[in-house]
């Protein structure tokens, strides 16, 4: 029997037994690495704002995504070799769920074999699959990605949020927000069926508690009646009578949205909240989504008795819708001008004809915005972009 058949028969057998399961994620590791015959392995994930690589282990140190070969993994998505003083070779593998990017996993190896690349790729497959089923509730996960206290709105909010990044073949969309830590009323939803995505924005007014609640109860509704196959004009109509049933002081502007992916018509309503902005060729078509919006959510007698409006329009192949709250184009800039809608656009612009990925695009953009006002941002920021590619484009 070949080294290789033995690694596969001990991986079948990890895996074979349930016990394993419900092992801690440092013991899986290194069961499955034993297994695998890789010497040394240490999963990194990545923190809540993406600016560090935190290790599992206590005995590895935290790593730069800006600045750091683990950091290049993680940003481009690709496997990176470096050369180690005390082990031979570190092997730095993305740890993806689909298209989310969790962190990076190291593989300490004296060689860098085929057979020791194949099963390294298969850990990381496996570990991903892992952190993803238990970081809902392992707080062993969260407390390493955190590197300050969380306020209890934001708290709340981030236990609404979807994964920042989600996709197939034919579509990804990817989100942030800022302050991470602070957040108040700003949320983004983002969810896909077989032949759709349904993408969306929130911002309630005010910088607190209640403003979480109202967005919180909000993003439920809206989610509750999308389950259930609701059109969009009545889904909002659901978090109109939600908000007005349960907060009838909390009312939030929003954009929900629904993206045909066969055929890329989008459809979307706008509930008094700022118009999202389409790229297309690397070029900004200015007021393309331009449209009359209607009374924020939560304030269903401003409709005068009419339904909400639904506005329509045909995508392109590799168009990029991007949404946003004002908190963005409000921002300032290193030398105190407002960011404003042609900067915003713009940055997207210039990083897409580079070649970055979606998710690295909104990840160095937040970033600029954050530290271009070091001491706080006037009000919650929050970008959601999704690029459409048809199914035989």
Same mark, same amino acid.
């Given at each position: 029997?070949?080294?290789?058949?033995?690694?596969?028969?001990?991986?079948?057998?990890?895996?074979?037994?349930?016990?394993?399961?419900?092992?801690?994620?440092?013991?899986?590791?290194?069961?499955?690495?034993?297994? #695998?015959?890789?010497?040394?392995?240490?999963?990194?994930?990545?923190? /809540?704002?993406?600016?560090?690589? +935190?290790?599992?282990?206590?005995?590895?140190?935290?790593?730069?995504?800006?600045?750091?070969?683990?950091?290049?993994? !993680?940003?481009?998505?690709?496997?990176?070799?470096?050369?180690?003083?005390?082990?031979?070779?570190?092997?730095?593998?993305? #740890?993806?769920?689909?298209?989310?990017?969790?962190?990076?996993?190291?593989?300490? %190896?004296?060689? #860098?074999?085929?057979?020791?690349?194949?099963?390294?790729?298969?850990?990381?497959?496996?570990?991903?699959?892992?952190?993803?089923?238990?970081?809902?509730?392992?707080?062993?996960?969260?407390?390493? %990605?955190?590197?300050?206290?969380?306020?209890?709105?934001? $708290? +709340?909010?981030?236990?609404?949020?979807?994964?920042? %990044?989600?996709?197939?073949?034919?579509?990804?969309?990817?989100? /942030?927000?800022?302050?991470?830590?602070?957040?108040?009323?700003?949320?983004?939803?983002?969810?896909?069926?077989?032949?759709?995505?349904?993408?969306?924005?929130?911002?309630?007014?005010?910088?607190?508690?209640?403003?979480?609640?109202? %967005?919180?109860?909000?993003?439920?509704?809206?989610?509750?009646?999308?389950?259930?196959?609701?059109?969009?004009?009545?889904?909002?109509?659901?978090?109109?009578?939600?908000?007005?049933?349960?907060?009838?002081?909390?009312?939030?502007?929003? /954009?929900?949205?629904?993206?045909?992916?066969?055929?890329?018509?989008?459809?979307?309503?706008?509930?008094?909240?700022?118009?999202?902005?389409?790229?297309?060729?690397?070029?900004?078509?200015?007021?393309? +989504?331009?449209?009359?919006?209607?009374?924020?959510?939560?304030?269903?007698?401003?409709?005068?008795?009419?339904?909400?409006? /639904?506005?329509?329009?045909?995508?392109?192949?590799?168009?990029?819708?991007?949404?946003?709250?004002?908190?963005?184009?409000?921002?300032?800039?290193?030398?105190?001008?407002?960011?404003?809608?042609?900067?915003?656009?713009? !940055?997207?612009?210039?990083?897409?004809?580079?070649?970055?990925?979606?998710?690295?695009?909104?990840?160095? #953009?937040?970033?600029?915005?954050?530290?271009?006002?070091?001491?706080?941002?006037?009000?919650?920021?929050?970008?959601?972009?999704? $690029?459409?590619?048809?199914?035989?484009?």
């Amino acid at each position: 029997m070949t080294a290789a058949e033995t690694g596969d028969g001990l991986l079948e057998d990890f895996l074979a037994d349930p016990g394993n399961a419900a092992l801690d994620l440092n013991t899986a590791v290194a069961r499955c690495s034993r297994a #695998l015959g890789l010497p040394h392995c240490v999963v990194h994930l990545v923190d /809540v704002q993406q600016r560090v690589l +935190m290790p599992l282990s206590e005995a590895a140190v935290p790593l730069p995504v800006d600045g750091s070969l683990a950091g290049w993994c !993680y940003r481009t998505q690709s496997l990176r070799v470096e050369e180690s003083e005390t082990t031979g070779l570190t092997v730095w593998l993305p #740890l993806l769920d689909g298209v989310e990017r969790l962190g990076v996993l190291a593989v300490h %190896t004296p060689a #860098l074999t085929p057979v020791i690349l194949r099963r390294s790729r298969s850990l990381a497959t496996l570990l991903a699959m892992m952190i993803t089923s238990k970081r809902a509730y392992k707080d062993t996960f969260v407390r390493r %990605t955190r590197t300050e206290p969380m306020r209890l709105p934001a $708290e +709340m909010l981030r236990a609404f949020l979807p994964p920042r %990044t989600i996709g197939t073949a034919h579509v990804v969309s990817t989100a /942030v927000l800022e302050p991470a830590y602070d957040l108040g009323g700003d949320a983004f939803d983002h969810s896909l069926t077989d032949t759709a995505l349904h993408a969306c924005v929130f911002d309630a007014m005010g910088h607190d508690l209640a403003s979480g609640l109202t %967005t919180s109860v909000a993003m439920a509704a809206c989610r509750n009646a999308r389950r259930v196959g609701t059109e969009l004009p009545e889904l909002v109509k659901c978090v109109d009578d939600a908000l007005s049933s349960w907060l009838p002081d909390g009312f939030c502007t929003g /954009v929900v949205a629904r993206l045909d992916l066969t055929d890329g018509l989008l459809r979307w309503c706008n509930c008094g909240h700022p118009a999202p902005l389409l790229i297309r060729d690397h070029r900004l078509l200015v007021d393309a +989504m331009e449209r009359d919006a209607d009374p924020p959510m939560g304030l269903p007698a401003l409709l005068a008795g009419r339904s909400r409006q /639904v506005h329509e329009i045909a995508l392109q192949p590799g168009d990029r819708v991007l949404m946003y709250t004002d908190g963005v184009t409000e921002a300032r800039t290193h030398d105190g001008s407002l960011f404003g809608l042609e900067r915003f656009a713009d !940055y997207v612009i210039r990083a897409s004809a580079t070649g970055e990925l979606a998710p690295e695009i909104l990840r160095r #953009l937040i970033h600029w915005i954050l530290d271009a006002n070091p001491g706080r941002l006037r009000d919650d920021a929050t970008i959601l972009m999704f $690029e459409w590619h048809p199914p035989n484009g």
